[in-house]
């Protein structure tokens, strides 16, 4: 019998927010009115981005890390070691999970299955060979806009035509920042591993600068859509990077690491709602 309790970890839950987030936020921006929310299509594919999509995201990358994640003490407890003998195990939990909505997109538009084919080729190739980006800096980091494809995804299976070009470089600017942020802690254990990240080529500090450069950029062309909420989002995201340099010197950018998501989340939930406020309520 499969270890339910480890796939649920290995899909990282506290994560999720990060795929269904843009997801939802895609879908408000392209509906008109809360009654278009009511398609079973629009449900069944926020349930993919649940556990099926983040398995998908976060197992291909266990699977093809073993040997620098057993040397990262934060996957004993923080996330989860899948060791060769597991992997089996989580290659075909991926694919029962996954294949089901992949067969429903027949059901959507054009442009919304490209969007959503992106997604699965750069959730796999940013680990699995022969791309593997992570292992390549800088591009390592670009690959992280499959975080903002479900909002893609979704804006144009509802309305059939792409976001504007600026709000998806605002999006991926932001999760290039995510990326290199979240790379930071993991520099000596992949240094250790011989793996070349972003943050090993730049070091903690020029990556936390880089990061802070990233998130205004992107808040800057976001304002067009956002309005006046994209300016205390990025001053916020500004004054986290200023106090990861002092976290750099003491030795405490893992504790502030942890609260990233938490950072993540109310900021999505600021986007979410000053784009469907008119809409829902």
């Known amino acids: 019998m499969p270890d339910l309790a480890f796939i649920l970890k290995v899909s990282r839950p506290r994560f999720w927010v990060y795929l269904l987030g843009p997801y939802l936020v895609g879908l408000v921006a392209a509906v008109a009115t809360r009654e278009e929310l009511l398609n079973l299509h629009y ?12 398995l998908l995201v976060y197992g291909v990358n266990d699977i093809c890390d073993y040997e620098t994640d057993k040397l990262n003490p934060k996957k004993a407890d923080y996330e989860a070691l899948v060791t060769p003998e597991r992997r089996s195990t989580i290659l075909l939990a991926i694919l029962l999970s996954n294949l ?20 699965l080729l750069l959730s796999v190739f940013y680990s699995a060979k022969p791309i593997r980006a992570k292992a390549k800096p ?62 090993t080529a730049l070091g903690a500090n020029l990556t936390v600068a880089l990061c802070a450069g990233l998130y205004v950029a992107s808040a800057f062309l976001a304002a067009e859509f956002l309005g006046f909420v994209a300016i205390p989002l990025g001053f916020a995201y500004l004054v986290l990077m200023l106090a990861s340099f002092r976290s750099i010197k003491t030795g405490r950018i893992f504790a502030l690491y942890r609260a990233f998501p938490m950072i993540n989340l109310s900021a999505g939930f600021l986007i979410f709602w000053n784009i469907a406020w008119s809409k829902l309520i």
């Open 100 to 119: 089901p909505f992949v067969a429903g997109l027949i059901y959507v538009p054009l442009v919304a299955i490209n969007a959503l084919v992106a997604f």
């Open 138 to 199: 800088f591009l390592d980091s670009a690959f992280n806009i499959l975080y903002i494809l479900p909002g893609v995804f979704a804006y144009a299976m509802v309305s059939g035509d792409l976001l504007p070009w600026q709000a998806i470089v605002a999006g991926g600017l932001w999760t290039a920042a995510m990326h290199a942020y979240s790379a930071v802690p993991d520099i000596e254990a992949d240094r250790e591993a011989d793996l070349s990240t972003i943050a």
């Open 43 to 54: 449900a069944i594919f926020a349930i993919y981005f649940t556990l099926p999509a983040n």
